[in-house]
C-alpha cells in the first residue's frame, strides 16, 4: 500500500524571488538617516529647488514625529543602518537590451519582459533606487497617454505641464505629516512611475511597475503618481520582491492616486518581499464624483507589514471596492487592511478581505470606515474572514467605524475559524479523501480573491500562492 | 476626599490609529466623596448581603487563590484607583450558597442626589452550584450635576450561576461610570442585561474572564443616546477555558447631537479550544450632527474557535417605514415606535417589576397589560 501523503498547507514558495545578484551598485549614500544624506540625494536626483526645500522639511517632520504605538513592533528596524538610495551601475532605458545583463536576468526570472510582450501596455522596471527600465506601447502612448518615470517628469522631461502637475499633486494626499514613515518617504523618495490619462482615454491593457531591492539593508522609497482625468479608465498592476538577507531591510513606498470625475481605477498589488523585510508602505486615493476605485491587493511577504490603502471618496456618487488576501507564515507579522473615508452624497465602498495565518504567523486585519456628515445617502460593507491553520498561529481583527450623518446605511461581518468539520465530513461522504477534503476548503477560501487578480499576473501568483494541497492541515 | 484624579478607562484591547480618537478615553480632575446609600433587599434562601471594609476585603485571598482585586474590569485599573481615593470606603457583598433559592433576588436601588458625587462597589460571590440574581437600579433624586460611578466585581464558581439586571436612568446633569468584572469558573454562567438610559456623559465599561472549562457569558446591553448625551462604552469577553461561549447583542439608538462609542471584543486566549463568541451591534440613527463609532474586535489565539462578529448601523430601512406608513403611522412616530421597542425588549426581562415601572415611566408611558399580567 502506497504511503499516505501527509497533508500540509505550505508556506508561499519563494525560491523563485530569493535568488541574489552580485552588488554592483555604482552609488550609495551613507547608512542612516541625516540633513546632509538628504542633500545628497536631492543633488543625485536633479531635483528642482521646490522639492529640495520639500525633502528637508519632511526630514524635519520625521525626525519629530514618533514612531506608531499601535500595530506589529518595529523595535528592530534601526534606521542607522539603513541605507536610503542605492544607485545601481546603469541608466533607465527603453530598450531591455540595453540594461545590464545582471538585472535584465533578475526581471526575466520574474517574468516581467515575457509579460510585457504579451499583456501589459507598458512596464517599469525600478532595481534599488532607480528604475533601469521605462517603455510604454506606442499605440498607448499615442492616445496621449504618459507613463514614465516619475523624477524625469517632474524635471519636465516629458513637457512643463507634467512638471507642473507633479508640483501640485507629490504628497498632497499622502502628506508627509500623515505619519513617520510617510515623512521619511517625503525625505528620501526615489524612483517611482508618473502616469496621466487624459480625458476619455481608456487603456485597454494594464501599465504594471515592478520593484526589486536588491541591496542588502537598504530601503525602497519609491513613489507612485497616477492621475486619471475625467471619463478615462486604467487599470495598474504593481509588483515587488526582494532576496532574503540577514540583516532588514526597509519598503516605505508611497502611492497617490487621483481619479477624475466618472473615471475608473484598479490597482492591483501583489506583494512578496522578502522575509527580512519592514514594509511601511502607504496607499491612497482620492476619487471625484462618479468615479471608481478598484484594489486588488495580495500581501504575501515581508516579515512586518504595515498597509492600508486608503480611498477619499470626495465626489457624489463615487465608490471603490477593496479585495484583499494575506497570508502569514512563519515570522510573519502582517498587519494589513484598507480605510474608506466618505465625504460625497451616494458614495459606497466594500472592503472585502481574506487571511490566512500558519506555522506561528501573525495576519491582522484592521480598517477603518468613516462617514462623514455630509455623506449623505452612501453605503458601506466591510466583510473579512479568517483561517488559522495551526495553534500557533494568531489572527486578530480590528474594524472600526464611525458614522456622522443619519443617512448612511453600513453593513460589517467577521468571521474567525478553522477548517469546517462539517464541510470536511459533507466532502467526504462524496468520496473525497479527509486531506484531499481540507485542501480544497483552504484553496476554496482563497480563491475567490485570488480570481479577482489579474489573468496577466496569474504565472506570478501560482509562484506566490504554493498552497500545497497535499497533505494535512493542524 | 484629595484631589480629583486624571483617569483613562475603556481601553481598547488592541490599539488602532490614534486619529480615530477609539483606543481610549480620558477622565481628568474626577472627585468622589462618598458611597450613595443604599439597602439591598434580599430575598430568598441561602442568599446574604454583608458590608465590609474595603480595605479587608481587597487584602482578602482563597485557597485556591481568587482575590477580589486581582478581578480585571471592562473599564480598566483607574476606576481601582478611583475608588481608593475614599478610605473608609465599604464594599456591599452578596453571597449565594450552594442551594440557594433559584429564583432569589438582591433589588439594588441607588438614589443619586443633586451635586453629590458617588462612588459604590458591589462584590457577587455566586458558590458552587448556586444561582444568584441580582437587579440593580441607578436613577437621580432630581436634576443636577452629580457623578454616579460604582463597581460591580462577579465571582461564579463552578457551576453557578449570576443573572444581573442593570438600568441607568440617571439625570442628564450626571457623569456616570459604570464599571463590571467577573470570573466564570468550570461550567459557570454570567447573563447581564443593562440599559444605559440616562447621563449627560456615560462611561460603561465590562469584562468577563471565562476561566472555567463550558463557562458562558451573554450580554443583552440597550442604550438610547439623546441630543447632546456621551456614551462610551467597552465590553470584552475573554475567552481563556476550554468550550467557552460568548454572546453579546448590543442594540441601540442614537439621536441628533449625540455622541456613542461601542468597543466589543472577543478574546480567544490560546488553549482556548472548542470555544465559540458572537457579538453584534444594531445601531438606529436619527437625527442630525451624531456621531456614532462602533469597533468590534475579535483577538485570536487559538485555532479551534469559532468567532463572529457584525454590525449593522443607519437608519430605518424603507421597507420598514413603507410598511409602517401603510398602516398610517408617520415616519416621526415608527422611528420612535421602533427606537423604543429596543429597549422596551431588554426592560421586559428585568424581573422585578417595580424597577420596571420605573424604567418605564423614565422613557414616558407605562405598560398596563404588564400591570395586569403581575397582579394575576
Known amino acids: 500500500m502506497a504511503e499516505k501523503e501527509k497533508t500540509y498547507v505550505q508556506d508561499v514558495d519563494r525560491s523563485l524571488y530569493d535568488f541574489r545578484n552580485e552588488e554592483k551598485d555604482a552609488y550609495r549614500v551613507k547608512s542612516g538617516l541625516t540633513s546632509d544624506i538628504v542633500e545628497k540625494i536631492s543633488e543625485e536626483k536633479k531635483d528642482p ?22 500595530g506589529p513592533s518595529i523595535d528592530e528596524l534601526d534606521m542607522d543602518n539603513i541605507v536610503t538610495y542605492v544607485r545601481p551601475n546603469t541608466h533607465m532605458s527603453a530598450k531591455w537590451s540595453e540594461v545590464p545583463e545582471d538585472i535584465k536576468d533578475t526581471f526575466e526570472k520574474l517574468g516581467i519582459p515575457q509579460a510585457e510582450r504579451k499583456s501589459l501596455a507598458g512596464v517599469g522596471a525600478q532595481y534599488d533606487s532607480e528604475l533601469v527600465y521605462h517603455n510604454v506601447r506606442e499605440e498607448v502612448a499615442a492616445q496621449g497617454v504618459i507613463y514614465s518615470d516619475l523624477e524625469g517628469a517632474m524635471r519636465g522631461e516629458y513637457g512643463e505641464q507634467y512638471a507642473e502637475m507633479i508640483r501640485t499633486h507629490f504628497m498632497k494626499l499622502v502628506t508627509p ?173 466594500y472592503i472585502n478581505t481574506k487571511s490566512i495565518s500558519k506555522d506561528g504567523g501573525i495576519s491582522t486585519f484592521r480598517s477603518s470606515v468613516v462617514i462623514g456628515a455630509q455623506a449623505k445617502h452612501s453605503k458601506a460593507g466591510v466583510s473579512c474572514q479568517s483561517l488559522m491553520l495551526d495553534e500557533e498561529s494568531r489572527s486578530d481583527t480590528i474594524p472600526a467605524m464611525d458614522i456622522r450623518t443619519p443617512d448612511a446605511d453600513v453593513g460589517h ?14 466532502l467526504m461522504s462524496r468520496g473525497i479523501s479527509e486531506e484531499d477534503a481540507r485542501a480544497m476548503i483552504v484553496s476554496g477560501f482563497a480563491d475567490n480573491v485570488s480570481k479577482e487578480l489579474p489573468l496577466e499576473y496569474a504565472v506570478e501568483m501560482n509562484n506566490l500562492i504554493q498552497l500545497e494541497m497535499k497533505g494535512s492541515i493542524g | 476626599m484629595g484631589q480629583g484624579i486624571d483617569m483613562t478607562v475603556n481601553r481598547l484591547p488592541a490599539r488602532t490609529w490614534n486619529w480615530l480618537k477609539m483606543n481610549e478615553s480620558r477622565l481628568t480632575d474626577v472627585k468622589i466623596e462618598k458611597a450613595c446609600p443604599v439597602t439591598p433587599v434580599v430575598t430568598g434562601h441561602g442568599t446574604t448581603w454583608e458590608r465590609v471594609s474595603a480595605e479587608k476585603i481587597q487584602s482578602e485571598q482563597t485557597e485556591n487563590g481568587f482575590a477580589w482585586k486581582n478581578l480585571v474590569t471592562g473599564m480598566g485599573p483607574d476606576m481601582d484607583r478611583l475608588a481608593e481615593e475614599d478610605e473608609q470606603a465599604q464594599v456591599d457583598v452578596i453571597t449565594a450558597e450552594a442551594g440557594a433559592d433559584e429564583d432569589n433576588m438582591a433589588v439594588f436601588d441607588y438614589e443619586c442626589q443633586p451635586g453629590e458625587r458617588y462612588f459604590n462597589r458591589l462584590y457577587l460571590h455566586a458558590k458552587e452550584n448556586s444561582v444568584l440574581n441580582v437587579t440593580v437600579l441607578y436613577r437621580s433624586a432630581g436634576a443636577g450635576e452629580g457623578l454616579s460611578a460604582h463597581q460591580i466585581k462577579v465571582c461564579a464558581e463552578k457551576n453557578a450561576v449570576v443573572r444581573i439586571y442593570m438600568a441607568e436612568i440617571l439625570d442628564a446633569g450626571v457623569t456616570c461610570l459604570s464599571d463590571l468584572g467577573g470570573v466564570c469558573e468550570d461550567n459557570a454562567r454570567v447573563e447581564l442585561v443593562k440599559l444605559e438610559l440616562g447621563a449627560g456623559k456615560l462611561y460603561s465599561g465590562g469584562e468577563i474572564d471565562l476561566k472555567g472549562k463550558a463557562s458562558n457569558f451573554t450580554a443583552g446591553i440597550g442604550y438610547t443616546a439623546k441630543p447632546g448625551q456621551h456614551l462610551d462604552m467597552n465590553y470584552t469577553a475573554r475567552h481563556h477555558g476550554k468550550k467557552t461561549e460568548s454572546l453579546m447583542e448590543v442594540s441601540g439608538v442614537v439621536s441628533e447631537n449625540a455622541f456613542k462609542i461601542f468597543r466589543g471584543t472577543i478574546d480567544f ?63 416621526e412616530e415608527a422611528e420612535k415606535m421602533l427606537a423604543r421597542a429596543r429597549v422596551d425588549a431588554l426592560n421586559a426581562r428585568i424581573p422585578v417589576k417595580s424597577v420596571r415601572d420605573t424604567v418605564e415611566a423614565y422613557l414616558g408611558g407605562g405598560d398596563e397589560a404588564d400591570d395586569e399580567e403581575e397582579e394575576k
Open chain 1, 49 to 70: 529647488e521646490w522639492m529640495r526645500i520639500f525633502r528637508h522639511k519632511a526630514l524635519e517632520t520625521y525626525n519629530k514625529m514618533e514612531i506608531p504605538d499601535w
Open chain 1, 177 to 349: 505629516g500623515d505619519h513617520k514613515f510617510a515623512a521619511l518617504h517625503g525625505a528620501v523618495w526615489s524612483g517611482g512611475s508618473f502616469v496621466y490619462v487624459p480625458k476619455g482615454v481608456s487603456v485597454e491593457i494594464p501599465l504594471q511597475s515592478y520593484f526589486r531591492l536588491n541591496a542588502p539593508g537598504a530601503g525602497q522609497f519609491e513613489h507612485t503618481l497616477i492621475i486619471v482625468d475625467e471619463g478615462a479608465s486604467l487599470h495598474f498592476i504593481e509588483g515587488c520582491s526582494a532576496p532574503k538577507y540577514n540583516v532588514a531591510n526597509l519598503h516605505a513606498g508611497c502611492v497617490e492616486l487621483f481619479v477624475g470625475k466618472n473615471a475608473k481605477l484598479r490597482y492591483s498589488t501583489i506583494e512578496n518581499w522578502s522575509k527580512n523585510m519592514y514594509n511601511l508602505n502607504t496607499k491612497r486615493a482620492q476619487i471625484a464624483e462618479g468615479g471608481v476605485m478598484e484594489w486588488v491587493s495580495g500581501s504575501f511577504g515581508s516579515h512586518v507589514s504595515y498597509l492600508y490603502p486608503m480611498t477619499v471618496l470626495k465626489g457624489d456618487n463615487s465608490r471603490m471596492e477593496f479585495t484583499g488576501i494575506t497570508f502569514a507564515g512563519r515570522g510573519q507579522n502582517l498587519d494589513t487592511g484598507a480605510k474608506v473615508v466618505h465625504i460625497g452624497k451616494n458614495t459606497s465602498s
Open chain 1, 413 to 426: 461581518e467577521a468571521k474567525i475559524g478553522r477548517i469546517s468539520d462539517e464541510a470536511v465530513f459533507y
Open chain 2, 269 to 331: 486566549i490560546a488553549g482556548c479550544a472548542g470555544s465559540k463568541g458572537t457579538e453584534s451591534e444594531d445601531v438606529l440613527l436619527l437625527g442630525e450632527e451624531l456621531v456614532n463609532q462602533t469597533i468590534p474586535l475579535i483577538l485570536c489565539a487559538e485555532e479551534d474557535v469559532e468567532g463572529n462578529h457584525g454590525a449593522s448601523i443607519g437608519k430605518l430601512d424603507d421597507q420598514t417605514l413603507f410598511y409602517l406608513a401603510s398602516r398610517g403611522i408617520p415616519k
